[in-house]
């Protein structure tokens, strides 16, 4: 199997390009569908790097697949955007290749401006915010917090702005949603959002359609030894019925904070198994926001090595297993 990374994608006169994004290609299907290609990009404070890691889109589509039957499950009249993990017939044998596993078909919806984030730790940059000012996101939070620890009031919706590629996101306060969404959709967006991620700790969840086995969804994770310390979720609009659409990827490393919680432990900052290694890297050798950073071998090894392991742990199965399942 390759292990060249996949950094740009292009499917000629089979399908229209419609943008690209900071890891992913999007295509015109017909009218209401459209085809979400995972490149090996990856994106740290906001800066796109100029290598990739290998077969990390697969990571993210097939993780992604996997969420979204969960979730799909476990919260009655969930509705997103995702139809199929198979390619369009207009996709040419060659193509397929390249693009099985990492492609998506999704319905076509119009897209909210805004990442939901949601934290039930404290931790990252919510944490540098809360030491200096005791807020997060300008919600005030109690005193006597301490880095990594379990917010003790319940999960927090922590929103912040959707940048283009080559631009900042900001952290806004909920109110600062309300501003760019309206009341009613903004209150919609933090209760689905806050929804998904308390579903996600629920132990008696279950996936019964999950993409090789049946599994147990966030109690699952950390039984499997993961705490899903943050996420973000995005949201679309599908305005026929005025619904509102869980969009783009759930649950991965490139969207979420996965830490091992056999070394989790109050006070410090926990090791994790996602591009938080990447993100240290970059801000200890001086690299952090600059454009046109190549990353070393041995950054890119141990970083696609804590997404396939935040796989296995997840999945309970290798990634080589799920992409080769005869192998």
Same mark, same amino acid.
């Given at each position: ?186 209150? !919609?967006? *933090?209760? $689905? +959002? @806050?929804?998904?991620?308390? &579903?996600? %700790? !629920?132990? *008696?969840? $279950? +996936? @019964?359609?999950?993409?090789? &086995?049946? %599994?147990?969804?966030?109690?699952? +994770? ?106």
């Amino acid at each position: 199997m390759s292990n060249a990374s996949i950094m740009q994608t292009d499917l000629g006169d089979a399908l229209p390009l419609i943008a690209r994004g900071k890891v992913r290609d999007l295509y015109a299907v017909d009218d209401r569908k459209l085809l979400f290609v995972a490149t090996d990009r990856i994106s740290a404070y906001d800066v796109v790097l100029k290598n990739g890691i290998p077969r990390k889109g697969a990571l993210l589509t097939l993780l992604s697949a996997h969420w979204f039957s969960v979730l799909s499950e476990a919260v009655p009249h969930l509705k997103t955007h995702f139809l199929s993990l198979e390619l369009p017939s207009q996709i040419s044998a060659e193509k397929r290749t390249l693009l099985r596993y990492r492609s998506m078909q999704v319905r076509k919806v119009k897209i909210f401006p805004i990442e939901a984030i949601v934290r039930g730790y404290i931790t990252g940059s919510a944490w540098k915010e809360y030491q200096a000012k005791g807020t997060v996101h300008g919600i005030k939070l109690r005193h006597g917090l301490r880095e990594s620890e379990e917010l003790p009031d319940g999960a927090l919706y922590t929103p912040s702005t959707k940048a283009e590629a080559g631009e900042h996101d900001e952290n806004i306060h909920p109110d600062q949603a309300r501003q760019l969404l309206g009341d009613d959709y903004a209150q !919609r967006i *933090e209760d $689905l +959002a @806050v929804k998904l991620y308390t &579903t996600v %700790l !629920r132990p *008696e969840v $279950l +996936a @019964v359609r999950d993409l090789l &086995t049946t %599994l147990q969804a966030r109690d699952y +994770a950390k039984q499997r030894g993961i705490i899903i310390a943050d996420t973000k979720f995005e949201f679309g609009l599908d305005p026929r019925t005025d619904e509102i659409i869980l969009v783009d990827e759930v649950l991965t490393p490139d969207s979420s904070r996965f830490w091992p919680a056999s070394t989790y432990q109050i006070g410090v900052t926990p090791t994790s198994f996602d591009k938080q290694y990447l993100r240290d890297w970059l801000t200890a050798t001086g690299k952090r926001g600059v454009q046109g950073v190549t990353m070393p071998d041995d950054v890119v090894a141990e970083t696609s090595r804590k997404y396939e392991e935040a796989f296995e742990m997840v999945v309970g199965k290798r990634l080589d297993s799920v992409m080769s399942p005869t192998q």
